[in-house]
């Protein structure tokens, strides 16, 4: 399995588009992935968001349900 098994390409999208998606669905409908370093996560992060560092990834993918979409930031 490679990352693209993972993430469907979609257009960038705006906070507030990303406010809406989240506040339609069930935090267990969708994977909300932290990709920053850990320092940074503790300083802020959206609630309930998963923390895999961005060079962590490839090793890590098997922790997201590829069945969801992905919300990555």
Do not use: C
């Given at each position: 399995?490679?990352?693209?098994?993972?993430?469907?390409?979609?257009?960038?999208?705006?906070?507030q588009?990303?406010?809406?998606f989240l506040?339609?669905?069930k935090?267990?409908?969708?994977?909300?992935?932290?990709?920053?370093?850990?320092?940074?996560?503790?300083?802020?992060?959206?609630?309930?968001?998963?923390?895999?560092?961005?060079?962590?990834?490839?090793?890590?993918?098997r922790?997201?349900?590829?069945?969801?979409p992905t919300?990555t930031?």
């Amino acid at each position: 399995m490679s990352v693209l098994d993972y993430f469907r390409r979609v257009s960038e999208w705006k906070v507030q588009k990303v406010r809406d998606f989240l506040e339609d669905k069930k935090p267990e409908d969708y994977n909300l992935l932290d990709v920053r370093q850990p320092d940074e996560y503790e300083q802020s992060h959206l609630p309930g968001a998963k923390l895999i560092p961005v060079g962590e990834l490839p090793d890590r993918l098997r922790e997201l349900d590829p069945k969801k979409p992905t919300i990555t930031y």
